[in-house]
């Protein structure tokens, strides 16, 4: 038998095997192959990481099989295609999601176990792929595997960072610690490289009539990642770039002893995709990070513009019929410069035929409205490393201001005539100008001041791309998202309620110009990593009960769940599948962090980013109340409570003061809890270190209660409560981001919602604050008990205790005292409805019947037939 390895990459004359014996062989064959393991200990001498590659090795055969097949297929067909071009995919681990979907679990796990092992074990072998930092880039991982599952032709373009996001350890004082990420040192075996596939990308130099002389070029190497779909034979395609130098060493430096200058290009050049940017909503102007996204979104539209030049030479006018490309955040969107640079500078189309294909084919998503994610880059910057581009974006800016004049005009006119201006005191003219004299400079100055602005330039510029910074007279920046409106086709939310927000604030302006460009795709989540595959007893369950294992691929399915939530024995399986992910859970928590935890609690799970909008501020604040009054309470009040389990997961971005400060407080807290005899099993509280994709995949399925308790207006959508939410746990929480759509599919009732709502919001922090003295006494003793040192370090935590309740010192911008009380109260009724089991599980079951709705499938649907006009290409089964 004629084996496929990733050493020969010499594509097989037969297809890969699906009995297990025939697995079997072809494990020991990569084990000895491509492993190189020494043939006397295959396979009971080696180490889960040597046999997890090989059992890796074997199902990448699989993989690349039905990849060519789908791509050849594509390509021969050549439908219009979509690529989602994200600065991140937070993909996780790959193996069982790989087996599963391929529908080859029995089979291998049978293979493995044949040799001695267990599927489970090698699985944990396995490094995270974690280039994405949370919400935006794990939604373009869930996105891909939609978009492969539904046979649409479409790739994810992105960069093959050699360090992802941070490695979390928490010390003994509780602080974070941040450790590298090293993912890619046991090899990567999903993954192809594609030494063939290479683009030229530009830096700096200088522009000459508009020819672009760059005064610094590096390689840009393809690796292909196979996405294989569920229940199809499509296996899609997420292509990393790999950033290289043009020379690999500069011999002549070398040969003359001058060791760091030769290899001083290579060091250069890698570093552009050498580390993920650990930030989270907040983005820092750094040169570095623009030459990232540069990087990438030019290898991919170069890549892109090439395949479809090989199919349709210079037709350009067709390209927006054959290529649609998604802009994830910000990030990515200098693509409107370099696509115009490549269609204007490289294929001589001219300026407006150029145009008119860049807006009918980019289209623009944004995550979130904190201002510090918009991301703006100072002219500076961006004029130096990349001067053809600013040109351009210059020109765009310009031609968009001149198209708006005449409006705008009328709009001024408009304005005046209800409203006219004052008219202007007669200027007393300076004694220096009267004799004709040179204007003394500090004059001139002033005078500019005094100076009214035109209301015409005035209302243009908030229109403008290019705009003045208003913290830092002079400094001119580039805001990038006006950019990616202006030049999109279609610009779009995450949730209902964000969608709505963008279009009364970010882009009030635009929105009023242009209404139909603006849309909502309500995020949604993949069911097959995060319902099907980790969560196999309810899995079970639910396809025994529907009667059907249809429902991963037709999520609405679950629906048919309703009408057992109130059946007893459904109810009494329901909470011993609960029951036992809470087990699971347990034991790795022991494993990992020493703690015992009881398996009876409530388990009660915040796990995100940690960041003050999230509020997990808030959930701490609750949880040291809770603490009190169980040390002070008497044994009778004792057996009143319901006892919890607190577990917190998420890291702090490395530069965010308070975010680690909120991490410690977390930290210190579960010390001094977990240790308290007066406490035992009514309460612990546990900080999982390093969450991560894999975390999550074991803390989703155990969850009771999942905290999305973000201030309103804040969170865009969020993506774990839907995940959550499949798994049938509770959510507290506010009406924000896609809580609101969760509780139109489960029943507001059914969730615990507290909290001031959007609409509120902005009149609480522009007056009603000011006068506010209703510290709930709770709130207080919490705070007290922080400044006291309960949990040590109380000088350290002084400012965090300030942050929300010394008005001089700062603003509460996030509301955590006032909506304290409620939050309280919500958190009543989540013990109240616990003491009811039935109530609590009848809930549970409906979220999950009502999870159907935030499906990846159906957002990655909408957003092909309402933004992308992208169709399914079904491939052949071999
Ligand atoms: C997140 C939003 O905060 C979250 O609400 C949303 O569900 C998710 O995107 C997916 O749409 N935003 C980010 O992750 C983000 O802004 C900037 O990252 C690097």
């Known amino acids: 038998r004629e084996i496929v390895s990733p050493s020969n990459g ?42 997890y590659r090989g059992v890796a090795a074997s199902v990448r055969e699989h993989l690349i099989d039905a990849f060519n097949r789908t791509q050849d297929y594509w390509s021969e067909k050549d439908p219009k295609f979509v690529y989602y071009l994200s600065a991140e995919f937070l993909m996780g681990r790959s193996l069982m999601n790989a087996v599963q979907n391929l529908e080859l679990t029995g089979t291998y796990s049978e293979a493995v176990k044949q040799l001695g092992y267990d599927l489970e074990t090698l699985r944990d072998a396995e490094q995270n792929a974690a280039l994405g930092n949370g919400g935006l880039g794990r939604l373009a991982a869930c996105f891909i595997d939609s978009m492969a599952t539904l046979n649409l032709p479409g790739w994810g373009y992105g960069i093959r960072y050699k360090y992802g996001m941070f490695k979390q350890a928490i010390d003994e004082k509780g602080y974070q610690q941040e450790l590298p ?22 830096f700096y130099g200088s522009v000459d009539n508009f020819k672009w002389s760059p005064g610094e070029t590096i390689i840009a190497k393809a690796y292909d990642n196979p996405i294989p779909g569920y229940k199809t034979a ?11 130098p043009v020379d690999e060493f500069d011999l002549t430096a070398f040969n003359e002893g001058k060791y760091d200058k030769a290899v001083e290009q290579r060091r250069k050049a890698e570093d552009i995709s050498a580390v993920l940017y650990p930030n989270d909503a907040t983005e820092y102007g750094k040169e570095l990070r623009l030459k990232q996204q540069f990087f990438f979104v030019s290898a991919s539209l170069q890549d892109a513009l090439a395949r479809f030049k090989a199919k349709h030479s210079d037709n350009w006018q067709l390209l927006p019929e054959k290529a649609v490309f998604q802009m994830n955040d910000t990030h990515p969107t200098i693509a409107v410069a370099e696509l115009m640079r490549l269609l204007i500078d490289e294929q001589n189309l001219d ?11 980019l289209a623009f998503t944004n995550h979130t409205v904190m201002p510090e994610a918009l991301e703006k880059w100072p002219v500076k910057v961006l004029g130096k490393l990349l001067p053809r581009h600013l040109e351009i974006i210059d020109k765009i800016d310009s031609i968009w201001k001149d198209s708006l004049k005449e409006k705008v005009l009328a709009q001024v006119e408009e304005m005046h005539k209800k409203n006219p201006p004052k008219p202007k005191a007669a ?43 208003p913290w830092e007279k002079g400094v001119k920046l580039v805001n990038m998202a006006y950019l990616a409106v202006v030049g999109s086709k279609a610009v779009n939310g995450v949730a209902a309620i964000h969608s709505d927000i963008i279009k009364r604030t970010i882009f009030k302006d635009f929105f009023e110009l242009t209404p139909n460009k603006f849309q909502n795709k309500t995020n949604g989540v993949t069911p097959r990593r995060w319902l099907a595959w980790c969560n196999p007893g309810l899995a079970a369950l639910i396809t025994e009960t529907l009667g059907t294992d249809a429902w991963p691929n ?53 796990i995100k980013r940690i960041h003050e909008y999230k509020r997990q501020y808030l959930n701490i604040l609750s949880v040291i109340y809770r603490y009190h009054e169980i040390k002070t309470a008497s044994p009778e009040e004792r057996k009143k409570f319901v006892p919890r389990v607190t577990i917190f997961g998420g890291k702090a971005a490395s530069a965010y003061y308070m975010a680690k400060k909120i991490v410690r407080l977390i930290n210190r807290v579960g010390m001094v809890v977990n240790k308290d005899p007066d406490v035992k099993d009514l309460l612990k509280v546990v900080f999982v270190p390093d969450y991560n994709v894999d975390w999550a995949e074991a803390l989703i399925p155990a969850a009771e209660l999942c905290q999305q308790i973000s201030t309103a207006g804040t969170e865009a959508s969020g993506t774990s409560n839907m995940k959550f939410q499949m798994n049938g746990c509770l959510i507290i929480g506010t009406m924000d981001g896609a809580n609101i759509e ?30 506010w003295k209703d510290y709930d006494p709770r709130f207080v003793k919490a705070l007290d008990m922080i400044k006291d040192g309960t949990f040590g370090d109380e000088e350290y935590f002084q400012d965090l205790a300030d942050s929300v309740s010394d008005m001089s010192k700062s603003n509460d911008w996030f509301l955590v005292a006032p909506d304290f009380t409620d939050y309280m109260r919500a958190q009543d009724d989540v013990d109240k409805i616990y003491q009811d089991q039935d109530e609590w599980t009848r809930r549970s079951i409906l979220y999950t019947a009502g999870s159907g709705f935030f499906s990846s499938d159906r957002t990655i649907k909408q957003y092909a037939d309402e933004i992308w006009d992208v169709k399914p290409v079904p491939v052949p089964a071999a």
């Not at 890619?184 to 530009?202: H, M, Y």
């Open 10 to 51: 010499a594509s097989s004359t037969s297809r890969p095997s699906k009995d297990p014996s025939s697995v079997q062989a072809d494990v020991l064959q990569n084990l000895e192959f491509v492993v190189g393991a020494p043939s006397n200990k295959i396979p009971n001498g080696l180490d889960a990481k040597s046999v």
């Open 181 to 202: 990420d090293i993912w890619l040192s046991n090899g990567n075996p999903w993954e192809i490289p594609r030494p063939d596939i290479t683009f030229k990308i530009g």
């Open 234 to 244: 499509t296996v899609g395609n997420l292509r990393l770039w790999e950033a290289l």
């Open 351 to 361: 300026w407006d035929t150029a145009w008119g294909i860049v807006q009918k084919t």
């Open 427 to 469: 200027k007393e003219v300076p004694l220096a100008k009267k004799a004709g004299a040179p204007a003394v400079p500090e004059q001139a100055e002033e005078e500019e001041e005094e100076e009214e602005e035109d209301p015409v330039e005035a209302a243009l510029n908030k229109y403008g791309i290019i705009t003045e910074n």
């Open 554 to 606: 037709d999520l609405n399915l679950l629906t048919g769940l309703r009408q057992y939530a109130d059946d007893k024995d459904f109810q009494k399986k329901w909470r011993a599948i609960k029951h036992e992910n809470k087990a699971r859970l347990a034991a790795k928590i022991k494993e990992r962090t020493g703690i015992d935890l009881p398996t009876e609690p409530l388990y009660d799970i915040q």
């Open 742 to 771: 969760i509780a139109e599919e489960v029943g507001k009732e059914n969730l615990f919602i507290f909290g001031m709502d959007e609409s509120e919001v902005p009149a609480w922090r522009e007056g009603k604050r000011a006068e």
